[in-house]
């Protein structure tokens, strides 16, 4: 089979042609996403315009809302409690729940007596934990992220735990050969195999956890987004909630695409992609 023609293009021009191409091809899922959220916006001028009230502000209102919250600082003091308390609680999950799942899939008795103690928390409302929380620990931030990391913790496990049941024993058995330590064990033998499960443990669990953390600060907290948009609620200040909301949802959304998304990209990078 002949190679394709490229005409009379020099090879540097070729080179330029493929980088530009895959240039364009880089940038349209960015274009796409900020076309759509330009549309949303659009659509919710019109809306706000079509129905003018303080309950339904438009993307200026709201705009102008967050430039001055920031403007005092207000914006990135709540912001920074409400990460802080997001990343506390996601740590202590991840670290119970991952020992737990392990410990649970790697020991079948263990599994089944425990296992109805897994359901159960599972099916626990997360704002019943909270506020049984609050009452038996106090108002403070101990009990503020504990009930979060509850709250998620089960879900860690049941990932975890399904990790381990897929563990190939072979490996296991090589590391015994070889008279591995505890350390390179987990290191070389536990952890390459369990990254995927861990990758999707994270991913969930910072989706949920942040969810969580407002209702947290809604009920027992004095700083945060989820107090502001409580203190906001009583005001009836829908710009300043919304204002807040976004905000928020922004930095999450940074977070999920700078930092989970590669993360998991790389815990899954031994899987082939089908052509």
Known sequence: MSAPDTGDRPPGAVADI???SSLATALTPVL?????L??????????ANAWPSRAFPGP?????VLLAE???????????ATLGRVAAAYVVAMVVGSVIGVLLGSHRSADRFFS??????LNIPALVVIVLAYIWFGLNEAAAIGAVAVNKIPNVVVTMREGARALDPSYAEMAAVYRFGLLDRVRHVLLPQLQPYLAA???SGIALIWKIVLVVELLGRSNGVGFQI????QLFDVAAILAYTLAFVAVMLVIELLLVQPVERHATRWRRRPA
């Open 116 to 121: 109805p103690w897994v359901v159960l928390f």
């Open 18 to 20: 493929s980088s530009q």
């Open 38 to 47: 330009l549309g949303l916006c659009l659509l919710w001028g019109l809306a």
């Open 230 to 233: 409580y203190l906001y609620f």
């Open 70 to 80: 920031a403007a005092n600082g207000d914006l990135f003091y709540h912001l920074g």
């Open 32 to 36: 796409t996403v900020a076309v759509s």
């Open 201 to 203: 443990a994270s991913r």
């Open 60 to 64: 200026g209102q709201v705009w102008q």
